[in-house]
């Protein structure tokens, strides 16, 4: 098994709302990320856990609160969204943190805040 | 910081000619250098990645890159165009031994006509 499985596909959210997006992976990968990518741009790193801790948060607004509950799979819970998080949501995950890991990436969860 | 760029936001070639996708890196250190693809609606997918061994690497689907340290490039070409080809490609790079701080361009949207 080589996929990261985002769940769900597709979310769309009013501003009070409270979801979580799901990520899963059976690859034995102890590193995992959450990526945010707006249309027609590149992907700008999120989190990151190492071995099922927080190793980076980049300065991300807290109504993004990610959750590693175990090495398989990695949550981000959503509280009090804006309109502009509206975008593609990309989970990905490798071996191990390290910059000559390659990176697995899912299929995203195409987010719409309204 | 490390960081590339892509030159070209858009490039269209026609089926069966070279495709070649243009990226500069800046690092402080020797760098790893990656190329993803991207279809529509999907995650993004390893072509090949740089990870200071040979200089020519060869990837997945006939596509390669050479590292070149004099000029800070790391080109992305395949001989012939498919039509399956057309996606949006991201150069990326990251640097040091245990730093995960990837750093994706801007992309390059590859058109290919028949």
């Known amino acids: 098994d080589t996929e990261v499985t985002q769940t769900p596909k597709h979310l769309v959210m009013g501003m009070t709302n409270k979801k979580s997006l799901k990520c899963e992976q059976h690859m034995g990968h102890r590193a995992m990320y959450w990526y945010k990518q707006k249309a027609k741009k590149p992907p700008e790193l999120m989190f990151v856990?190492?071995?099922?801790?927080?190793?980076i948060n980049e300065s991300v607004p807290s109504r993004f609160s990610p959750e590693c509950p175990n090495s398989s799979l990695l949550n981000l819970h959503l509280h009090a969204l804006q309109p502009e998080d509206s975008a593609l949501y990309l989970c990905?995950?490798?071996?191990?943190?390290?910059?000559?890991?390659?990176?697995?990436f899912g299929s995203g969860t195409q987010l719409s805040v309204l | 910081a490390q960081s590339v760029t892509q030159l070209g936001s858009h490039v269209s070639v026609s089926e069966g000619a070279l495709v070649l996708l243009r990226c500069n890196y800046s690092?402080?250190?020797?760098?790893?250098l990656f190329w993803y693809v991207q279809y529509p609606n999907q995650g993004l997918q390893l072509l090949l990645k740089y990870t200071s061994a040979a200089t020519l690497v060869k990837g997945i689907n006939g596509f390669e890159a050479e590292f070149k340290k004099s000029e800070t490039s790391f080109h992305l070409t395949k001989p012939s165009a498919h039509m399956s080809d057309a996606a949006e490609y991201f150069c990326?790079?990251?640097?040091?031994?245990?730093?995960?701080?990837?750093?994706f361009g801007a992309g390059t949207r590859l058109t290919v006509k028949p």
């Open positions: 690092s402080s250190v020797p760098p790893y």
């Open positions: 990326a790079v990251s640097a040091g031994e245990n730093n995960n701080d990837m750093r």
């Open positions: 990905a995950s490798s071996q191990i943190e390290g910059a000559r890991e390659k990176l697995f």
């Open positions: 856990y190492s071995y099922e801790k927080l190793s």
